[in-house]
């Protein structure tokens, strides 16, 4: 069994960061993915922590230090690459990391601007032939279905990425159930955070499903995300 842990930690961490890695030695994925990690003080704490909890195998983009950006860290060895001509603005958002088996997406895509990050995806990296997974903030869903209105941006790249035989592993489990991964101060929910699988993983995926106790604690506003695979 291949655990797959993707959470949004919010700007950077800050004075969450020990609860935050204490969840990490609790859960103990095998492969991890955080968005809204920076470049700085905090993340250097974030990358010292991981270490001590074996995630030899880390990742991170040339992001600046107040850039919400991502990282992704593993327990076993992985090869990384990053796309500095993805977007003009936002290069940092996305990270590759091969795995010999599929390759992971960890990725934090803006929310509600202009970006290129699903056109680079959909026409320069998802006709690899190699198994691929898409994991993190994505910032945006299906309307009136991973939100109760219709404020996404985006929708149309999500089902355009769909059309190239990816499958939303939440989905795949428990179809159209309402449940979100981040509310506003109004209490409305939105389900912002996903994993994406290719179809030749689709046999393997085991369950998918979100550890809202987390954000319930307030050790970030997002609930992180589990795939467990095998």
Wanted: glycine share 6%; charged share 25%.
């Amino acid at each position: 069994m291949i655990k797959i842990l993707s959470w949004n930690i919010r700007q950077g961490g800050g004075s969450r960061i020990t609860p935050i890695l204490k969840v990490i030695e609790t859960e103990q994925p095998d492969i991890l993915t955080f968005s809204e990690f920076r470049n700085n003080e905090s993340g250097a704490k974030i990358r010292l922590g991981l270490l001590k909890l074996g995630y030899r195998h880390q990742a991170v983009s040339d992001a600046g230090k107040n850039d919400n950006t991502v990282i992704v860290a593993a327990k076993f060895p992985f090869n990384s690459v990053l796309f500095p001509k993805s977007d003009p603005t936002y290069f940092h958002s996305i990270i590759r990391a091969d795995f010999d088996a599929f390759n992971l997406y960890g990725m934090y895509l803006p929310h509600k601007k202009k970006h290129q990050l699903f056109d680079f995806l959909i026409n320069d990296e998802l006709t690899n032939p190699k198994p691929s997974i898409l994991a993190g903030d994505f910032n945006t869903g299906h309307n009136h279905i991973d939100q109760e209105g219709n404020s996404f941006w985006y929708t149309d790249k999500l089902k355009k990425i769909e059309s190239m035989n990816f499958a939303d592993a939440f989905r795949l489990k428990y179809g159209k159930a309402k449940e979100y991964s981040w509310y506003s101060h109004q209490g409305n929910g939105y389900r912002y955070d996903h994993t994406y699988v290719h179809q030749d993983l689709i046999p393997i995926v085991s369950d998918c499903f979100y550890l809202h106790k987390c954000r319930e604690a307030n050790l970030s506003d997002h609930a992180p995300m589990i795939l467990l695979l095998g």
